[in-house]
């Protein structure tokens, strides 16, 4: 099983800000990693486990913002499928030298 773990806290005061850090280290700590910014997810072996930890995300929540778990299988989690688009970059590759005077 996997435990998805989305939130979306505030970060415009530096207490928010805190907060949020505070959060995002607490779920790296017990385990979680980043899929996307402010997607973790975390491999269980159960539900007794994943109960266990959804519990203690509860009592560790910031104060404000809003939070959304999931427990999905590990067949349901395989079949996400990503996409990423084409990396565009300004950068010129050639070996020419150009002086604009």
Avoid: C, W
């Avoid at 280290?25 to 539900?47: A, H, P, R, W």
């Amino acid at each position: 099983m996997r435990i998805l773990v989305m939130f979306d806290l505030p970060t415009v005061s530096s207490a928010e800000k805190r907060e949020y850090r505070k959060f995002r280290k607490y779920l790296i700590m017990i385990g979680f990693q980043m899929l996307q910014e402010s997607v973790y997810s975390k491999l269980v072996l159960n539900t007794t486990s994943a109960n266990l930890i959804m519990n203690n995300i509860r009592n560790n929540k910031p104060p404000e913002g809003s939070l959304f778990m999931l427990t999905i299988t590990e067949k349901q989690f395989a079949k996400m499928e990503v996409l990423v688009g084409e990396k565009h970059s300004e950068v010129i590759d050639t070996t020419e030298r150009i002086i604009i005077l």
